[in-house]
């Protein structure tokens, strides 16, 4: 199905992301490297220990303390969490941590799939290009009547990031 931005737009807020950026692409297939998978393996590793600039975002999806310390520390990701190409390879999407980004697999990354695949043969495509890292739909972000908890946690968690490093 062909749609305009806005309508792409629509269809992003009727899955509950209508703060989701989109890019206008005209895909074409590429060539994808028979080892794309020991790359992006590797460069997933890459992608993880890039996330200690994203601390504050890490602190919103609710993270065990040994889910974040394993993320950050680049070992392990946790259960539900996907990391996507903004640009497929198959359409010429580039192995590199500038064309990944995190969010959760459910429901956004499946929902996010859903809207690629509902767009298959148009002549332009709106893909999700998320302005950072992590993508985590905005009302997740906005806070309530906690008080300081998320500070406090956020406060414990680089304490933590930086004896592990040897930066006390």
């Not at 297939?29 to 504050?56: M, Q």
């Amino acid at each position: 199905m062909q749609l305009t931005k806005e309508s792409a737009e629509r269809r992003l807020t009727d899955f509950n992301m209508g703060d989701m950026p989109v890019i206008e692409f005209h895909p074409k297939n590429a060539p994808v490297v028979s080892d794309w998978f020991l790359k992006y393996k590797k460069l997933c590793h890459e992608f993880i220990e890039s996330l200690t600039d994203s601390v504050e975002l890490l602190a919103f999806m609710n993270l065990s303390q040994d889910e974040f310390m394993s993320l950050i520390m680049g070992k392990k990701i946790p259960e539900n969490l996907s990391i996507r190409f903004r640009v497929p390879l198959i359409w010429g999407g580039k192995l590199e941590i500038e064309n990944l980004f995190m969010c959760w697999t459910f429901p956004q990354s499946q929902r996010l799939d859903q809207f690629i695949i509902e767009q298959k043969n148009s002549d332009t495509v709106w893909l999700p290009n998320p302005t950072k890292k992590i993508y985590i739909p905005g009302k997740n972000l906005s806070g309530g009547d906690g008080g300081n908890a998320t500070e406090d946690r956020l406060s414990q968690i680089a304490a933590q990031i930086a004896a592990s490093r040897g930066m006390e």
